[in-house]
């Protein structure tokens, strides 16, 4: 055979056999390419779980608001802050704010302090929002909204979770999640570098496509080939994640380069050795020796090859360990779903899976709610880092417990914990459990060598017997959780029926005070308070009444104190009682002076001491005119920062009455470094104390006073006997039904001009 066949012959070898390791090399090709695919569809998968899981969570713990808001429509502020408190603090604030709409208009806010200026707004009015708070009220449905700019202020998306009341619409809760970390959280950012992301949806009302976030800004074509989708449905709302690599789907993997590499360098070898075998062929009559060594050399070749085979087995091993791996993925995603990320506990999420698993197959169980008492003091003072480790720390307590064989602890947000115990478990065994428990509370705890004293407050709920639903469960253990802690924290209750019927009393209560503020029902009655020594009048003490109300200031001043009204409440009577004493100095009448009632929560306002300048200066009323009388609670919290806003109300001008002294927590030393300058002795002490056998006592605590410098007013007196007894007993000055009951303003003034004629 000529030197040119020869040449033609080993061409064709090495096409034919190079094609056999290209197509082989095509194949590892097109895997790298579908792996590439998989991993980015597994990297939307994370994101688009992450995305369910940031928003899917808080919509399920919301569902607990919404529960109650159906069962009473009359909660006002304050108890919509308590249960949108859990839903705000376990969001690792993604959540901006949780607002609850009635029909369109925001009512209620949480947090208020940064949000308190949307409350009234109807939504309605807002051409960004209008369709879809119309389309989940005429719908009935949960929808999310595209990100819209807030009224109050950025761009958020919106969740809205319509709310019934007996099968007709109410109204809606909405969470407003922070537009930017709702993205960062996602984990949408951390695939830009590689890839261009478009996260869109298309709104069903107007179907149109509208994009959240995207990086490929002016480079849209990209997405038309070779682009991976992930769907995300949830509630009414259609998102799409699209993503291509930034350098598209041209990877080549190592071992395709190494099949190139060897497919050329053995195919090179075999033509070279086809030529050699034609050639040895040719001159085997001639040389057997040149036979032999290329015999030898396709010997080699084979050993290359077997070489190849094994480094192909070597890839499919690594091929098999990224598949284990991309498993063990998805198992790291599903404990996400179902544990709280800092503690390691069940979440709320599980726990009402649980619970639903529980009520449905007729099972018997108790929910112990745990709140830990005063546990913002621990952010406020050492910051949330230390407060996370002592929410670590009582989680270990709650898992370590061995009082019972079965029972599963949850984390539900904030500082909130739940014990699961299942089985009809009796009163008396649940009540040496809690002993124990408050007693593992108890005992001192050392968190990085600091010294802790942990208490908690719990509300105990039965099922079936208090509830049947996973909502209305939380939502009781809540309302006794809350009542234990006005009870005096570290405490427990178990949910009782009268628990709903207070509360609802209440909120009639608040409801009516909320009206007289609105409206300005308030007035005030005015009491005398004469000389001891010669009948005469001396000043009045101001009352709050309601205009056509039966309740008395007795029922309504506490609800108003813990609603927070009495600050409101409170600066009114004050500005009245301003006013009604210039209009007697314009009369000129000179016994104008007024005493008024102050609460405790007043003196805790750090705006109280600036208000009584303002309107002293406004009304340009005398200092000396004007009175406030406190009680002995002021003692009782905050005591420094308490006396200390009394000595710079006595800097004023103002002077300042002791009032019902003999009822509460009477402690004649605290008579020495209060800044008061007059007690009024309560109509329970007098009573008491001022028969023939007892005067003494009155007596004693008078020159007591007296020592200290301090004027004694004594309160309730009904008779002429006790007058002049108490005469007798050197006081200063009377009040009571014997001398005038309340009366109006106008009556008042009559009084005091009656009072000069006797001059």
Known sequence: MSKYKRIVVSIIVFILMFSLFAFTAYIEYKRTIESDIQTLKDKLNVTRTNLESNISSKIVAVNGLKTYVELDKTFNQEEYENFAKAVYESSNDIVRNITFITDTTITHVYPYEQSANIIGLDLADQPEQKDLILYAKENNKTIITSPVDLVEGGVGIIVRVPVLSHGEYYGQVALVFDYNKTIEYSGLRTLQDDYFIKLKTTDNIKSKESIIWSNAHGKDYVFDYNMVSANINMYNANLVLEAVPKHGFNRKSTLFNFIMLIGAMLSLLAAITVYRLMKVTDKLK??????????????????????????????????????????????????????????????????????????????????????????????????????????????????????????????????????????????????????????????????????????????????????????????????????????????????????????????SIEKELREAVENNLFYLMYQPIVDAMTGRFKYFEA???????????????????????????????????????????????????ISVNVSPMQIQDYELISFLRDELIKNNVDPADFEIEITESVLLENREHNIKVLENIKELGIKIALDDFGTGYSSLSYLTYIPVDKIKLDKSLKDRFLSLDNSQVIKGLISLCHGLDLKVVVEGVETLDESENLKIQNVDYLQGYYFSKPMKKEDATLYIENDIKKD
């Open 286 to 507: 001639v040389n057997k020796e040149e036979l032999q060594k290329s015999y030898k050399d396709a010997l080699d070749a084979n050993m290359n090859l077997e070489l190849t085979v094994s480094q192909l087995k070597d890839s499919e091993e690594r091929l098999k360990a990224q598949y284990d791996e991309i498993k063990n993925q998805e198992e790291y995603i599903r404990f996400l779903a179902e544990r709280d990320f800092l503690t390691d506990l069940y979440n709320r999420r599980k726990l009402s899976m649980n619970l639903e698993e529980g009520i449905k197959s007729g099972k018997n169980g108790t929910i112990i709610l745990i709140d830990i008492d005063d546990f913002k003091n621990i952010n406020d003072t050492l910051g949330h880092y230390y407060g996370d480790k002592v929410l670590k720390y009582v989680s270990r307590l709650v898992s370590s417990i061995t009082f019972f064989e079965e029972y599963t602890p949850y984390r539900i947000g904030g500082d909130e914990f739940v014990l699961h115990i299942p089985g009809d478990i009796s009163k008396d065994r649940m009540k040496t459990f809690i002993s124990y428990l408050f007693e593992t509370f108890g005992k001192t705890h050392y968190i990085d060598n600091i010294k802790n004293t942990i208490t908690a407050s719990l509300g105990v709920v039965r099922y079936p017997e208090d509830a049947n639903s996973v909502d209305e469960i939380i939502m009781k253990a809540d309302l006794a959780m809350y009542n234990a802690k006005k009870q005096g924290k570290n405490r427990y209750c178990y949910f009782e029926q009268s628990m709903i019927e207070s509360f609802d009393w209440k909120i």
């Open 543 to 593: 009352l709050i009444r309601i205009k056509d109300s039966n309740i008395p200031p007795n029922i309504f001043i506490p609800v108003a104190e813990e609603t927070g009204l009495i600050l409101k409440i409170g600066r009114w009577v004050m500005e009245e009682a301003m006013a009604q004493i210039k209009i007697w100095e314009n009369m000129g009448l000179e016994n104008r002076k």
